[in-house]
């Protein structure tokens, strides 16, 4: 039984699915938009808005635990340097998820994740 188990699987085993959402996690933060799935983009907002709220305090101790949770330097120096930055006056609320409509082959609900200006 799954009583009270937040959290979507997306049929996945935990270290796989740890690590798509870390992909796109990345994916948005260097792209500022990516197209997936609804239940994908679902699980990986919280990951993205947690990750730049960190990053709006620009200290040692935020880049080390931005760094335990992306893969290599790029997002973080991105959301330290760029992001960080642009939303510091923002409370949160920096990404938006614009619906698509169905994909071709399997009719999986399409949309598109992106950060918001």
């Known amino acids: 039984m799954r009583h009270r188990k937040a959290g ?11 690590a798509l959402l870390r992909n796109l996690a990345t994916s948005v933060i260097l792209y500022e938009k990516i197209k997936t799935t609804e239940a994908k983009a679902k699980a990986v907002k919280p990951l993205v808005e947690k990750a730049i709220t960190r990053g709006k305090t620009p200290t040692l101790a935020s880049r080390r635990l931005l760094m335990k949770f ?3 330097d790029h997002p973080v120096k991105k959301i330290l340097e760029v ?3 642009r939303y510091m006056e ?4 920096y990404t938006r998820i614009i619906k698509l409509g169905a994909r071709q082959g399997d009719g999986a609900a399409m949309v598109q994740l992106e950060l918001v200006e």
Do not use: H
């Open 8 to 18: 979507k699987i997306l049929g996945r085993k935990k270290a796989p699915r740890e």
């Open 70 to 72: 992306f893969y290599t």
């Open 83 to 85: 992001l960080g930055p």
């Open 90 to 93: 923002r409370k949160g609320g």
